[in-house]
C-alpha cells in the first residue's frame, strides 16, 4: 500500500518479459480491492495469526482521557513493557490543528521525567545515523517510550512493546491505523493500540475509529476504506476516490453478485 501506481508500473516494466506479481498488504488501498473484484489479481487471505500471538486491543479517547492514559503508560511500564507514541506532524503547523512530535516530545518528557524514565524520538528529517541511534535505545530496551511519525509504520518489530498510542488518529488513514497497530501485538503478551483524537469529528473519521475498534481484520478493514473513499480508476494513477461511475452496481455494496458474474464470465470464455 506504501507504493504508488506509476511507482509499480515501472517495476513490472524492468523485464522484458512481464512477471508475475505477487502484492502482499495487510490492507489493500481502495484500487487494489476493486481491482480483485473485477478480476484482475486474485486473492489469498492469511486470517489467523502467528502461534502464540493475542489479538490487540483497540480503544478511542478523546484528548480529555489524556491523564488516563498517561497512567496506563506508567502501569506497563512498571510491567516491563515498552510504548511507541505515534505523531502525523514533526512541527506545529499553522495550517493544520493536529498534535505534533516536538510539542509531544516535550511533553511526554516532562509526564515520564529522567533518570526513571527515557524517551527516545524518531522522524524523517533526522540523519540516518541519529536515527539509528535512537532506535537502537528502543529495541535494547533502554528507552521505555519511543516518540515518533509514522516512520515505524512498517519494518519494525519489538515484541516487549504493547502499546500503541496514535495522536490525532483522525489524521490518519485506515490502511496507515492498521500498519501502526501492528508494530505491536508481537509477542506473547496482551497489547493495546489506544486512538486519541479530537472530540469533533467529522462522520467519515468517526467511521474510521469505530471500525479500527471494532475489528482487526485487515480485509474487512479495507472494505470500509473502499466504502468510505471510493475505488478510484483503476484505468489511471488514482487510488481513491468515486471515479469508476457505474450505473446500477457499486463496488463497496455488491461484491458477491460482482463475483458471481465474474465466475460466470470465465465459463463462458
Given at each position: 500500500h506504501r507504493?504508488?501506481?506509476?511507482?509499480?508500473?515501472?517495476?513490472?516494466?524492468?523485464n522484458i518479459n512481464p512477471p508475475h506479481?505477487?502484492?502482499?498488504?495487510?490492507?489493500p488501498i481502495p484500487r487494489t480491492l476493486a481491482m480483485t473484484l473485477?478480476?484482475?489479481?486474485?486473492?489469498?487471505?492469511?486470517?489467523?495469526?502467528?502461534?502464540?500471538?493475542?489479538?490487540?486491543?483497540?480503544?478511542?479517547?478523546?484528548?480529555?482521557?489524556?491523564?488516563?492514559?498517561f497512567e496506563f503508560i506508567k502501569k506497563q511500564i512498571e510491567l516491563g513493557r515498552q510504548i511507541y507514541i505515534v505523531y502525523p506532524l514533526i512541527k506545529e503547523s499553522?495550517?493544520?490543528?493536529?498534535?505534533?512530535?516536538?510539542?509531544?516530545y516535550e511533553r511526554i518528557c516532562r509526564a515520564f521525567p529522567p533518570p526513571e524514565y527515557t524517551v527516545s524520538k524518531v522522524h524523517g528529517q533526522m540523519k540516518p545515523e541519529e536515527k539509528d541511534k535512537a532506535m537502537q535505545l528502543f529495541v535494547k530496551g533502554k528507552a521505555?517510550?519511543?516518540?515518533?511519525?509514522?516512520?515505524?509504520e512498517v519494518g519494525v518489530d519489538i515484541p516487549n512493546a504493547s502499546v500503541m498510542i496514535i495522536e490525532s488518529a483522525e489524521r490518519f488513514g485506515l490502511s496507515q491505523l492498521h500498519q501502526l497497530r501492528g508494530r505491536v501485538g508481537r509477542g506473547a503478551e496482551q497489547s493495546y493500540c489506544v486512538l486519541m483524537t479530537s472530540f469533533k469529528l467529522s462522520n467519515e473519521a468517526r467511521s474510521r475509529m469505530e471500525t479500527m475498534v471494532r475489528t482487526n481484520d485487515g480485509f474487512e478493514i479495507a472494505e470500509t476504506d473502499l466504502k468510505l473513499r471510493g475505488p478510484g480508476d483503476i484505468e489511471g494513477t488514482q487510488q481513491s476516490g468515486i471515479v469508476i461511475d457505474l450505473k446500477i452496481a457499486n463496488l463497496a455494496k455488491d461484491g458477491q453478485i460482482i463475483q458471481y458474474a465474474r465466475d460466470i464470465a470465465l465459463e463462458i470464455l
Open positions: 507504493f504508488g501506481v506509476a511507482q509499480r508500473a515501472k517495476l513490472w516494466k524492468k506479481i505477487l502484492v502482499m498488504t495487510a490492507t473485477y478480476g484482475d489479481l486474485e486473492v489469498s487471505v492469511i486470517d489467523e495469526l502467528p502461534p502464540g500471538r493475542i489479538p490487540v486491543k483497540t480503544v478511542h479517547y478523546s484528548d480529555a482521557k489524556r491523564l488516563r492514559v499553522e495550517k493544520m490543528d493536529y498534535k505534533d512530535l516536538e510539542s509531544g521505555q517510550i519511543m516518540v515518533a511519525t509514522n516512520v515505524i
